[in-house]
């Protein structure tokens, strides 16, 4: 079984920071992209932030400049920095991977269970 477990969610003013954790364990051969993903009440999930294997980047353009995705390939971690912070990033935060089981199998995707994130003004 593959687990991905967030943290770092939390309330924050409208302006500040917090930094999301996201750790993938279990049977992993492999890590493909891992991302982020967020869910606001009443809308569909869209995508944050995405960072391959080799750590090349791509961020939703209502967070560039305010975001950085980052990972640490040695703990199967993928990180959300989030400054700048706006009431409209208030979401739920869904950690995603694209995950090999072995080496034989396709990469699959794998979801954490999320966190929520809420910006007061």
């Known amino acids: 079984q593959v687990q991905l477990v967030e943290s770092g969610g939390g309330l924050v003013q409208a302006g500040g920071s917090l930094r999301l954790s996201c750790a993938a364990s279990?049977?992993?051969?492999?890590?493909?992209?891992m991302g982020w993903y967020r869910q606001a009440p009443g809308k569909q999930r869209e995508l944050v932030a995405a960072?391959?294997?080799?750590?090349?980047?791509n961020y939703a353009d209502s967070v560039k400049g305010r975001f950085t995705i980052s990972r640490d390939n040695a703990k199967n971690t993928v990180y959300l920095q989030m400054n700048s912070l706006k009431p409209e990033d208030t979401a739920v935060y869904y950690c995603?991977?694209?995950?090999?089981?072995?080496?034989?199998?396709?990469?699959?995707?794998?979801w954490g269970q999320g966190t929520q994130v809420t910006v007061s003004s």
């Open positions: 279990g049977t992993i051969f492999s890590i493909d992209a």
């Open positions: 960072i391959t294997s080799v750590g090349s980047a």
């Open positions: 995603n991977g694209k995950i090999k089981r072995t080496s034989y199998r396709l990469a699959s995707d794998y």
